[in-house]
C-alpha cells in the first residue's frame, strides 16, 4: 500500500474557527478524513500530522523520507518565511505537493511568494479544502499511481 503524508502549518488546527470567511467552516478532522476516504479508492494510507511549530515540521519530514512516497502539504504562513522547510524539502528529494485553502495570489502582497514552491512538484491553491483532494491527485498522478 501506498503511504503519503498529509502535513499541516501553523495554525491550522484553528480551521472552522479562524477567518471562516477565508479559510472555510471545516475542522482540520474533517478535511483530513475526507482527504483519507478519498485516498482510499485508490488503496493509498494517509497519515495526518499537524503542527505550529518549524521545526515539528522540518522532523515530520525527515522522518517521512523514510516510509512516505510523497507529501501533500499546506505549510500555512512559513509558505511565504521558511527557508527551513524550503532546505527539508529538497533535502528528502521527497515529491511534495504545496497547497492552500485560499488564493493566496489574490490575496495580500506578502502571500504572493512561496519558498517552497521552487522544490515542490507544484502549487494548487484557492479551492477550498477541497485542494487537498486536487493536491493529492496530483501527487497521485506525478507518482504514477493514477490511470492516465
Not at 477565508?22 to 478535511?31: E, P, R
Not at 511549530?53 to 521558511?82: C, F, K
Not at 524550503?86 to 533535502?91: L, P, Q
Not at 494548487?124 to 493529492?136: H, K, N, Q, T, V
Request: glycine share 8%.
Amino acid at each position: 500500500m501506498t503511504k503519503i503524508l498529509l502535513l499541516h502549518g501553523p495554525n491550522l488546527n484553528l480551521l472552522g474557527i479562524r477567518e471562516p470567511q477565508v479559510y472555510g467552516h471545516m475542522m482540520l478532522g474533517d478535511i483530513n478524513d475526507k482527504v483519507k476516504e478519498h485516498a482510499a479508492q485508490y488503496n493509498v494510507e494517509i497519515t495526518a500530522k499537524q503542527s505550529n511549530h518549524e521545526g515539528v515540521l522540518i522532523d515530520t519530514l525527515h522522518e517521512a523520507r523514510e516510509w512516505a512516497a510523497g507529501v501533500v502539504m499546506n505549510p500555512g504562513a512559513y509558505t511565504h518565511t521558511s527557508v527551513a522547510i524550503r532546505d527539508a524539502i529538497s533535502a528528502t528529494q521527497l515529491a511534495v505537493v504545496e497547497v492552500h485553502l485560499s488564493n493566496v495570489h489574490a490575496r495580500e502582497e506578502f502571500r504572493h511568494h512561496s519558498y517552497l514552491a521552487p522544490v515542490c512538484v507544484g502549487q494548487i491553491a484557492g479551492f477550498g479544502w477541497r485542494s487537498y483532494i486536487l493536491g493529492l491527485d496530483a501527487l497521485l498522478g506525478h507518482l504514477g499511481l493514477l490511470d492516465e
